[in-house]
């Protein structure tokens, strides 16, 4: 499905992918981004507690919510001819294995520059529990040159 | 015991080693340069990362429909500088301190990164700070590739260690 920036309107979603995590996932996570860091791997350690925080057991990369919110905005964007280009990020929450992750976009506001045409889109990620893990808002560029339809 | 990922056997991926050689919250200086190690971006390195988070997009795995497709060839995923962050840093940097923990992130893309690009990071800590007792640095991140074109910039912050 594609989407133009003149009929995109403000509130419209964007439906993202559902993730499930596992301890396989988060070790294919470590070995697809090489960060090994104990937090995602060594359960001896994440007994232990990180300043004032313990998080009680291993806990997947944050940056996995990252990539997830990023295929979402992408998927949405590429076949539009759009262009993702923009995410900041906000954790909210852990996230552990048996969790189930999803992300979500809601358009914000719609932009016109001198050069181009942006989206701005707010995203969220919640867990099976309909808790909020990560926030987020996206800039997405629907250049002018864009074929309409 | 961990074992050397098989889409780069040279990584080293015992977080522990050279833990002693990084700088601590105490010690490291903001607006100092981050050594940082040039990475070629493989082809199975983004086939990796793409199924650790479910990307299915031709774009990234299927040589044929990328060729076709707007950006002439196979292209990463905008989110690689996740990888590429970790494959740019040498084992005695900050970065790689166990417990460090990622409080949150803004990136901004420009081109995509190729596959056999020469992928080149220049990083510094841009701001340390204190906040509910927590210990903060802010980082800023920007990857080029082999032809000094910007592929995205970037700024974290992340918790360090007690």
Redesign the interface.
Known sequence: MTVTFDHLKIGDVIDGPVFSVSRESIRLFCDASLDYNPLHLDDEYMKGSFGKTNFGGIIMHSMNNFALITRMLTDWAQPSGAIHRRLETRWLKPVKPGDTIEPTGVIKSKQVTAKSRWALIDVIIHNQNGEHVAIGEAMVEFPVATKVG | M?QA????PS?E????KDANLRKTWDEIIPGEPRRTIPYKLTHE?IA??C?????T?P?YLDEAAAKAG?FGGLIA???IH??L???CTPTDDWM?S????????????NIPARPGDIITLQARALDKFIK????FVVHDNVFFNQNGEVICSGRGQT?R??
């Open positions: 961990i990922p098989s889409s780069n990584f991926s015992d977080f522990w390195a990796l990362f199924k650790a988070v479910g990307e997009n774009l707007p995923p905008p989110s996740i990888l962050m970790f494959a790689r166990p417990g460090t923990v990622n409080a949150g992130q803004s990136w901004s893309y509910r007792e927590r210990l918790i260690p007690m």
